[in-house]
């Protein structure tokens, strides 16, 4: 149990494998707005280079994630429809 005053207090912990480790990101409003984009996968696409197609950085592939509750990102089905926010949306949203 944490205290409420430890550094870790906000941390989840998270699971690969069979290590665990705490991280911290900043969440994330994924109520649908009019603004998103929709992008249907094709065989071949990865979660990286379409948030750099769609956000500007292929660091930000885990705001795709949280937007389409992707939980294996290496594995994104063919077909599947993804919602996308707008670059100035995922942008506000980190500089809160």
Excluded: K
Aim: charged fraction near 25%; proline fraction near 6%; aromatic fraction near 12%.
């Amino acid at each position: 149990m944490m205290n409420d005053r430890s550094r870790y207090r906000d941390c989840v912990i998270y699971q690969d494998g069979e290590t665990q480790f705490l991280g911290q990101r900043p969440r994330v409003d994924t109520a649908p707005q009019p603004d998103d984009r929709f992008h249907v996968v094709i065989e071949g696409d990865r979660i990286d280079l379409l948030a750099y197609r769609y956000l500007g950085d292929a660091t930000l592939w885990w705001v795709i994630c949280d937007f389409n509750d992707v939980f294996f990102p290496l594995d994104l089905p063919v077909g599947a429809t993804l919602r996308i926010p707008s670059l100035e949306r995922v942008m506000m949203t980190l500089l809160d």
